[in-house]
Every structure is written in C-alpha cells, then in structure tokens.
C-alpha cells in the first residue's frame, strides 16, 4: 500500500491497510488543490511536491514501500519521496525563517533630485494646522514644544497658542451642545467658533499660559486633595519643622437647630492669616464662632438667653409673605452675620425688632426701635409702635463703608412699612462725633407699605469709587422696584429744643436721612393692574417717598409729602395686591458693584423671580447702570459733521482731540484716561464729563428648563472679580489694587492690555442659581448689554450643571470652581468651565438611604420637611480662587477643607528625590525636602528674624558705648582721625611758640588728654623743687588728674615703680632724665586704668557707676596699697 498525501485531513491515519491504489497518473495528492510546478536543484520540474521548499530528496533510515505494477513502470525520477521527509519539510515551511545576525538595521535611502535637503512635512504646514495641532497637547508638553526648532518655539511663545489650547481644554458654553449639534453648526458657518473664554482670571497679570497651566494645576490638586503644610509655631522646639494638618475637619458648632448662614474672614493679598468662622441659625436667633483649623467653638453667643419665635408660631393660620387674605405681613425671621463686628438678627412678624450682638460682647441688645413721633414739617411720618415685620437686615463685613461714612452706617434694617434704617457700629470719637454701638443715625421711606425684601451693599467700597460716583448700597420691595445710594449721608447737630433723648435721636435720624436721596430704577418702577373701565380712583404705579434737602422744597410740601405717606403705611399688603402687579416677598437680590462700562458705571443689578408661589414663574432680569455723555446725544441727533480744532502755533496741545463717530474711540479716551489717572492718588477725584444716566435691561435665559423653581443664588466673589477697572491691576497698572499674586511679573506699557477683551477671561464675572430639581445654572453677569433702554436681550447661560442631589440648598462660587450643596447633605466641586462633566471632587457624600427616605416621606405629607438636619445650610469659600479652602454647613455641623495648592507655587515644579531616613528613624532627611512655598517662607522668615535681631543686639551694643566712652560722637572713624590730627597740630604749633618766646627748652608731656597746666610766671624751676614734685606724685598711689571731669582710679602696676632716689642734689642732666621715665611711667598708668575700668565696665549690664576716688590715711596702708 502507498502512504497517503501530506496534504491529506489530519484525522486520517498515515497508513490504511484497507485502501486501494487509484487508477491515477499521480498517486500522491489530491487533484482539486492547485498545484505550481517548482524547479528542482538538478534542473526537473515537479509538480507532484508543492509542499516542498528545496526540492532536494533526503534518505529515509526506513526501506520504502513495495511499489504497484504501475508506479513500477514508471521512470524513477517520478517516485515520491520518503513519507517521514515530506512531513519535516512541511513543518519546515510553516516556521519562519530565521533574521540575519549581521547587517545594517535600517537602510537610508537618498531622497529623488531636486528635493530641497533640508525640508520636512512639518514645514509645509501652515501656522494654524500646527497651532490646532499642538493645542491637544498638555501644558507641560506644550511649553516643551518651544524647545523644538525656532518655529516652533514662535508658536508656542505667541498667546494665540495657548489661547486655542486653553478653549480646547475648557470648552465653556460649547459643552451645552451635543457633538452632532456642534458639527453641523460648524459646516454650516452661520456660528463661527470663538476662541476666547469668559471667566474671571485667577492672578493679577494673567497671561494665557498662566491661566492654561494654573488652572489645570489647581484643579488637579483639588481632586488629590493633599493636606496643607502647616508650618509651626515659633515656641515649638524645631520652628523649621512643618506640620501637615487636616484635609477636612468636622465638628459641632452648638446652635441647636440648622445653620444657614456663614461668615469667615480668610485675609487678602500677602495677608494671610488663619481663618475665623461666625455660624448662625435663623431660627433661633442663635450665633456662635469657631476656629475651623482646631474645630475648637468660642463661648460668644451660648450664654445669651435671648430666643426668639417665629411669626408660624406667633400667628397660627395667617398667610406668610402677605398672602391669603392679605391682612398682616409676615415672613421667617432674617438674620446676617459678620465676624469682624458679630449679628443682627431681625424678627418677620407685626411689632418686630431688630436684636445685634458685637463679637465682643456675651450679650445684645435691641436696636432701632419705633415710637410714635412725628413731626411733618421735617418730614417725620409716625411709624408707630407697630413699626412692622423686620423684613431684611444687613451688616458690615468689612471696614469700609463704616469708615467712609464716619461711622453712620454699619447695619441696615428694611421693614414691611417700606422703611429703610441704618445704625452704628459705634466710633471712638476721633472724627469729631462719638457714637454708640447699635445707635440710630439715618431713616428713609422708600415705598411706603411695600415691604423691603432684600439689601445689598458694597463692602470694598473706596474712596476712588466714592469720586467716580459709584453705587454703594441697593434695596428691593415686594413689588419688584430697585432703590440705590451714590452719596453718603453726612450728620449735623441738631438742637434738643424740649426733645428727650429717644425723640432727639428719631429726629436726628430722619433729619440726616434727608441728606442724600435714594434714586430709583425706571425700568422696574412698579406696574398696575389693568383696569379697561377706569374704575379705579388713583394710578397703581404712583408711590410717594421721602425728599431730600437738595429739593429745596417748601415746609409746605414736605408737610403735604409726609402726610401722603402717613395714608400710604396705613393701605395693607391686600390693597398693593389688587393695585399692582408682581407682588413676590420671595424674590432675591445680587449686585455686581465692580461692573464698569469705562464711563465710571456699569453696576448690574440682579433680580430673581424664584416662581415659588402658586401661579408665579421664574424670571431673572439683569438691570444695567450706563452713562452716556452729551456729546455722544448731540452726535446722533445732529448730522452736520463737528469741525476740527483749529490748529495751534505752538503744535498740538495733548487736550485737542479728533472725534471720531465709532464708539470704541470713545471708549479707548477712556482707557487712556484711566492709565493716566490710575496714576494719581486714589483720593483725587477722576476726570469726568457731563453724562446721561440711563438703565437697560437684559433677560436671563433658563436654558430651555421648564417649571423651574429657583432655592439658591450666589455670585463669585473672588479677589479679581470684585475689582473695577480703575482698579483692576491689568489696565493701566492700577495702584488703587492691594491684592498681591506670587505669580503676577512686571510687564511693559507696551505688552499691557488696552481694552477688557485683550485680558484672559475679558474680566467676566460668574452668577450660579440652584433649583428645586437638582440642576445649577451659571450666567456671565457682565455680557453685552442691550443696545437701547427700550430693547431686551438674552443671555443664555454658560453651563447647566445636573447634580445627584434632588434639590439644591445652597451654592458657593469662586474663579476657580463651584460647589453645590443638595437637601440630603450632598456637597460636590465642579468645574465651571467644563474641562469635566463630572464633579472634580466630592466634599461630603450624602446621607444613608434611611434618611434620604425620610425626606421624601416629610416631602410628601402636609406639614412639608420644615427644619432638615441633613441638608447644607450655607458655603462660605476663601476668595483668593489658588488657595482651596471653605467650609460648608451639614445640619448643625460644620465641614471644613483645606486642600494643598503647592503644585500651582511655579509653572514647571520638578520633584526632587527626597533622601530617605534609615528604617526606624524619625528623621527627615534633608531640611528643605519638597517644593512648596511653606517651607521657604519659613526659612526666609527665620533668617530674617535673625538678622533683624543681630542688628538690634549691634544698635544696643554701639548705643551704650557711645553712652559710656563717648564713641561714635564725631561721626566715622576718619573724621575722628582727622578731628585727632588737627588737635596735635594745634598743641604742637603752641609748643613750638612757647620755645621760641621763652628761648628754653620745655618739656613736652603727653601723660593725659589734657595737658597739666603749667605754673604761669615761674618757667624755671628748681631742680629741687622738680624732683620733690615727682617724687610726691610717686608715693601717692591715689593721684587725681588736673582735669576734674574725669575720675579715673590710678592704681599703680607691682614690679614697674621707680626706685626712689634719697639724694638731695643731682646733676641737671640726670633729672631731666627721671622726668621722661617718670611721664613716660605716668602714661602707662593711665592707659593700665583706662583698661581696667573698661573689663569692669564690660561686666555690667547697664552703665556702671564710676569708681569713686579713695581716700587714705596714716601712711597708706590699706585697700589702697593692694
């Protein structure tokens, strides 16, 4: 039998005793398999082996097979192979052949002629296709690109690249859209991408890279979330060490019920200092404060028994807000905290008062109560003791509208009466006027009956905006209308004239109010109701208020003005509900006092319609102050062209200007004016022109959310955001902003922006509103304003944020990132610029399934949730947007987080390999092991504090030397010199007169300071008489000086005395010999004293007494002698 082929099934057996031979001129292989006939080495083909590779027959150690009668007749070329070498050669084909071991690994091979040697794909890319290109990159890679080539180190230096790179990382508004949306939009080209971003920028001189890089790097540190490097304390044993401290920190704050307002002071610029928190609870009245880093609470504010209900419980069955049969108004009471100055807290029932309490003090008082006094000639209404519900409070948080208004305003008060009051801080006197802590200094009627909802005001306030005739203080009514103040309130003396204290002070009070006056915003000026059939008696939008002085009204009017608002306090909430349209106690109030148009205005001017109440939709209207000068008004309404001024003989004078029609001249004069003045002192006032006032109004959208029902509002009020652009250290390198940046870099006038649109972020400013299904809603409060006052246009937010909470309780914003806090305890930190859809970090996760099914339940039924424990109450966030720190209120708990921001310290921060301790050491290693910002400032303080006390301990030092010796009294060491030379001159140009006069030779002695005097009349003396002279002074060891100033003890050296000499005669030559040992002597004994008393003096602390002169008797034994 013959073997079957190779390429038979794998099954089949190789030998099959029960099959036949085929009839076949080829008895191997299968015929329906293509074959190619392969040459063999000696030259044949074959094509019965395709298997094959070489073609070369191996010898089988077995015998082959006995052969058919018909393969016998065959040639012998034509025999198959043995079967065991058709299968190794099979095998040897399928593996693949082994690489050559020598060789080159790559070949070059030349480019085709005429192709420039030096040329690249790359550099036949133009500038964008590259700057798209090199934008997917990270920060770190594409700041290392610049090291590349030239090109593309000019790339990647240009803004323009990091520009598209930061929107393609931040897509912003383009993240509501859906990538097939956006595609076809795209084709289309109706909407051309924008490159730039709104936001609010988070350094003082931000460029592109710095925003591009910061913001990664703070957002990447966030969602770590490392702890702080505390450094220690200067009493701690090693003040180089640092601590780390607590990412989060929670504890109790004993308020007893939910806190829903918070208050902390972080400290700003290069200022900062460890945060204090002040927490309260409005439904007890209740207050405390606490250090966040220790999680230790004051005693201020759990010793004040003073508890206060609310109007539910006071009035059982009346509507709130003025609603139902519109008889009383009522509401929750209102309270607002400040931790520098403490609480006011302010009761939403009939007969209410207003209750402060300093931080300083354990116990408060009320405040700012009604009487009945009325005066109408003055313009006093009698409010009555019933001076209704106190519907919104506000105090200071900050110096300075305290110490701009002289101490006047430091909280305000609105009423349901419609009346508005400001009280005192309390002053020391300095200014002129001592007032009293809580004490009333100013009264208004804004909107008699209407209640004041809401109050807003400027807390950095300055001087500058005070002369560019800013707004400082906002108020909104029931009805919707908006009040604002320009001017400060200034306060006179005014006489008793029979008036006891409490009545001269509501007289003082109305009397300053009068000073200034509130204007009000036309456009929200208050609508009636439609009345087809003219059935009503007088207009619905009319409402009397207080006058001002200015007015120069007669008593007259003021008595007929006061009297019409006296009848509008007594008309209840029901009577304004049936007269006007858009009665919402509910409403809330944000202000953007930094807004500028570059005309000295700008304010916007925030207005939410919660939609609430039944019937009522949710609306936000955005009111916009601009001004517009006369000039612009006369340009418009006349066409003849203006004529140019005519020309000077002198040149151009810097006033003569070409106007031009376009407006963004005008606005670049305005610029220029404002480098120019931001030069200047803050305090001189800007240059300014005649201008029209007007308001305009803008309508924000809701993104397409319906039956929307807002419960949170909140407006970034981070460093930059704040600031105006007068102030703003970007424009014109504003001196009025006392904010530092570690990461701001002196620039050149040159590379500075001239305009808001050349800065990162075009100073855009964000506004957050949270609604009762869990979506937050972010605007850019500062976009383009409507044209005209009789349009409106839209903003479209900027993102819609859906979080995991089922309804949003509270809302903390910065330039950096927003948090949200949910009704089940929910606090999570989003990126508002969209890098991300998801939240970056999860701050406090919520609460467990059985208290989340609680809530519902309390949803559901009748009496509603009331006072919910597991819900955030307030976020308080630290306005410097690079430090990640705030504090969130759970219940009547609070959350604080202090996350490590040192990656952002520099731009590129390569981390060192730190030198590991050995096993079981406690040892740092190296004393500087990181890169953060803490440890060198620590460093740079504890060398600066050696310094400063070395210098101390030298000025100590050359102080009491100059005190003692006399040292330093001639100035430097040279002019003492040359003092010291023109003295010897002096005696030595005597000495030389003397020779000469007496013709003898003297003696020149130099045994002290100040020269013995010589014995006028007797030049020639005896030599006898010398020698006794001598020899006394020898044998007194207590010789006094001829000067009596100076009281040196002489105190003679043992082994260095003179031999006395007994004779009595000698020889001329050999006296004037002793005498030069003698002086000689004499001076070595006072340079010998004058070094002792020096040690002594040494010795001593202070300045040691001098040594007296002793005395001696008998023949001079004693402590004399020793």
């Known amino acids: 039998m013959h073997p079957e082929p190779a390429i038979a099934s794998e099954n089949a057996p190789l030998h099959d005793p029960s099959q036949k031979t085929l009839p076949s001129s080829s008895q191997h292989g299968h015929t329906s398999f293509p074959q190619r006939p392969s040459p063999s080495r000696d030259g044949t083909e074959s094509g019965l082996y395709p298997g094959l590779t070489g073609g070369t027959v191996q010898s089988s150690p077995y015998p082959p097979a006995r052969a058919s009668p018909v393969s016998e007749a065959e040639p012998v070329n034509t025999l198959s192979p043995p079967p065991r070498n058709r299968i190794a050669e099979y095998e040897n084909a399928l593996n693949p052949k082994p690489k050559k071991r020598g060789g080159v690994l ?13 040329s690249s794909p790359i550099s036949a890319l133009p500038n964008e296709v590259l700057t798209h290109a090199l934008s997917h990159l990270s920060p770190n890679d594409l700041a290392a690109v610049a090291l590349v080539s030239r090109r593309f180190n000019s790339l990647v230096t240009s803004p323009h690249a990091w520009m598209v790179a930061f929107a393609r990382y931040f897509p912003g508004p383009e993240a509501l859209l859906d990538d097939a949306v956006r595609e076809a939009i795209e084709e289309v080209g109706d909407i051309i991408r924008s490159g730039r971003r709104a936001f609010t920028r988070l350094t003082a001189l931000a460029s592109w890279r710095s925003e591009y890089i910061l913001r990664t790097r703070l957002l990447r540190s966030l969602v770590r979330g490392r702890p702080v490097q505390v450094p220690a304390t200067p009493s701690s044993p090693r003040p180089t060490s640092l601590q780390l401290g607590a990412p989060i920190v929670m504890y109790p704050v004993r308020t007893f019920t939910l806190v829903n307002h918070l208050h902390a002071t972080f400290g700003t610029g290069l200022n900062k200092r460890v945060p204090r928190l002040i927490h309260g609870a409005d439904d007890v009245g209740m207050a405390t404060s606490s250090d966040p880093t220790t999680g230790k609470v004051d005693a201020w504010g759990e010793s004040d028994p003073t508890f206060f209900v609310q109007f539910s419980e006071r009035f059982p069955g009346e509507a709130e807000w003025g609603l139902g049969p519109g008889d009383v108004v009522g509401r929750p009471n209102v309270m607002d905290v400040s931790q520098p100055y403490g609480i006011i807290y302010g009761e939403g029932s009939p007969q209410g008062s207003c209750y402060y309490r300093a931080v300083d003090e354990m116990r408060g008082h009320f405040i700012a109560e009604t009487m009945d006094f009325s005066n109408p000639a003055v313009g006093i209404p009698k409010l009555g003791v019933d001076g209704g519900a106190v519907c919104s409070v506000w105090i200071a948080k900050s110096k300075t509208i305290p110490t701009l208004t002289d101490g006047l305003v430091g909280m305000m008060m609105g009423s349901a009466a419609g009346v508005v009051t400001a009280c005192s801080l309390g002053t020391d006197g300095l200014r002129g006027q001592r007032l009293q802590r809580g004490e009333l200094t100013a009264r208004w009627v804004l909107s008699p009956g209407v209640p004041i909802i809401a109050i807003a005001v400027d807390d950095q306030y300055s001087v500058k905006r005070q002369a560019q005739n800013r707004i400082w203080a ?16 200034s306060r006179n003396q005014v006489s008793r004239d029979g008036l006891d204290a409490a009545e001269h002070a509501e007289y003082t009070a109305w009397v300053t109010g009068r000073t200034v006056h509130w204007n009000l915003v036309e456009l929200s000026r208050r609508v009636a109701r439609p009345d087809p059939y003219n059935g009503k008696s007088a207009d619905g939008s009319y409402s009397p208020r207080s006058s001002w002085d200015d007015m120069c009204l007669s008593e007259l009017q003021i008595s007929a003005e006061t009297k019409e608002i006296q009848q509008f306090l007594r008309y209840p909430p029901k009577h304004f509900r049936k007269a006007c349209l858009g009665w919402d106690m509910r409403r809330r109030l944000e202000v953007d006092f930094a807004g500028d148009d570059g005309h000295y205005a700008g304010e916007a001017i925030i207005v939410f319609e919660c939609g609430l109440g039944e ?11 601009c001004k517009t000068h006369e000039k612009e008004k006369d340009d418009v309404s006349s066409p003849s062209p203006l004529l140019p ?5 002198f040149g151009n004078s810097s006033d003569s200007r070409t106007i031009s029609d376009g407006p963004n001249s005008r606005f670049l004069e305005d610029i220029q004016r404002t480098r120019s003045s931001s030069h200047l002192s803050s305090s001189s006032s800007p240059e300014r022109m005649k201008s029209i006032e007007e308001w305009r109004c803008s309508q924000l959208s809701l993104g397409g959310l319906s039956n929307v029902q ?12 704040v600031l105006t652009m007068s102030e703003d250290p970007a424009l014109g390198f504003s001196t009025a902003s006392t904010a530092s940046s570690p990461y701001a870099s002196p620039v050149s006038v040159a590379s500075q922006p001239a305009s808001p649109a050349d800065i990162p972020g075009q100073r855009a400013r964000f506004l957050a509103a949270g ?23 839209t903003i479209d937010p900027v993102r819609i944020i859906y979080t995991d909470s089922p309804e949003i309780s509270c809302i903390g914003l910065t330039s950096l990132y927003l948090v949200h806090g949910g009704n089940d305890g929910l606090v999570q930190a989003w990126d508002v610029l969209a890098s991300t859809t998801q939240p970056i970090k999860t701050l406090n996760p919520r609460f467990s399934s059985r208290a989340r099914r609680r809530l519902v339940q309390a949803q559901a039924s009748a009496q509603g949730v009331g006072i919910n424990m597991f819900a955030a109450g307030a976020i308080c966030l630290d306005p410097d947007p690079t430090t990640l720190r705030g504090a969130v209120s759970l219940g009547n708990q609070i959350r604080y987080w202090s996350y490590s921001s040192t990656a952002a310290d520099q731009y590129k921060s390569n981390k060192r390999k730190l030198r590991r301790s050995e096993r079981g050491s406690n040892n740092g290693g190296e004393r500087f092991s990181g890169t953060g910002r803490g440890k060198w400032k620590d460093h740079i303080a504890n060398e600066k504090y050696e310094l400063e006390r070395d210098q101390r301990e030298r000025d100590r030092q050359a102080a009491r030397l100059a005190g003692r010796f006399g040292v330093d009294l001639l100035g430097s060491e040279e002019e003492a010199l040359a003092y010291a030379a023109l003295l010897s001159q002096e005696s ?11 013709g003898a030779n003297s003696v020149w002695s130099s045994s002290s300071a100040n020269p013995a005097p010589s014995i006028p009349g007797n030049e020639d003396i005896d030599a006898d008489i010398a020698e006794a002279i001598r020899l006394s002074l020898q044998d007194n060891p207590t010789y006094d000086g001829p000067s009596s100033s100076f009281d040196i003890p002489i105190i003679p050296v043992k082994g260095h005395r003179s031999p006395v000499v007994k004779g009595k005669r000698s020889a001329r030559a050999e006296s004037s010999k002793h005498d030069e040992l003698s002086d000689l002597e004499f001076a070595l004994q006072l340079s010998l004293a004058e070094e002792q008393s020096r040690k002594e003096a040494v010795g001593d602390d202070g300045f040691p007494v001098l040594i007296p002169n002793m005395s001696h008797s008998g023949n001079g034994k004693g402590k004399g002698r020793a």
């Not at 906002?474 to 309130?489: D, M, Q, R």
């Not at 299904?773 to 006052?789: C, E, N, Q």
């Not at 030595?988 to 007496?998: G, V």
Request: glycine share 6%; net charge positive; proline share 5%.
């Open 106 to 118: 790559f070949e070059v091979i030349p480019k085709e002629n005429g192709a420039k040697e030096n």
């Open 474 to 489: 906002v108020a909104l009514n029931a009805l919707g209308e908006i009040f604002y103040l320009t001017k400060f309130p």
């Open 615 to 625: 019937g009522n939709g949710s609306s936000i209207k955005r009111f916009t102050r």
């Open 645 to 649: 001024p005519p020309a000077s003989l």
């Open 710 to 721: 807002l419960t949170a509002t909140a407006l970034d009020h981070s460093t930059y955001a």
């Open 771 to 793: 609604t009762a299904t869990g979506a937050v809603l972010v605007w850019d409060i500062r976009s383009p304003v409507s044209r005209s006052s009789g349009f409106t246009n």
């Open 988 to 998: 030595l140009a005597e000495e030389e007169k003397k020779r000469k006069d007496s």
